[in-house]
Nanobody
């Protein structure tokens, strides 16, 4: 399984970005995928997740501003980020795993497969 993130960059506060995560070698019929971020000097934080049924969970810090979505035909996960704040500055990672349950998780230990990350920098 390979996950490759893209779409990061530098933006001013209030701006928007869309992150993409292209998945390959992933053939599970039931799965969940998530976005995580790690700011400099801080721990890894779960941002949003989605499962194969389309159910989503968001961290309180991004609710109403970020939207996670997936394009099954393209095997791509997205994170649409609006109203960005300087505190959203971080390296963003996508992650994936298989499941027999209809849920997803914002905790890192539930995920086996990880991408290399894409940097998001929000200036004030």
């Amino acid at each position: 399984v390979q996950l490759v993130e893209s779409g990061g960059g530098s933006v001013q506060a209030g701006g928007s970005l869309r992150l993409s995560c292209a998945a390959s070698g992933y053939t599970y019929s039931r799965y969940y995928m998530g976005w995580f971020r790690q700011a400099a000097g801080k721990g890894l934080e779960g941002v949003a997740c989605i499962n194969s049924d389309g159910s989503t969970i968001y961290a309180d810090s991004v609710k109403g501003r970020f939207t996670i979505s997936q394009d099954n035909a393209e095997n791509t996960l997205y994170l649409h980020m609006n109203s960005l704040k300087p505190e959203d500055t971080a390296m963003y990672y996508c992650a994936a795993d298989s499941t027999g349950r209809g849920t997803c998780y914002l905790q890192r230990f539930w995920y086996t497969y990880w991408g290399q990350g894409t940097q998001v920098t929000v200036s004030s």
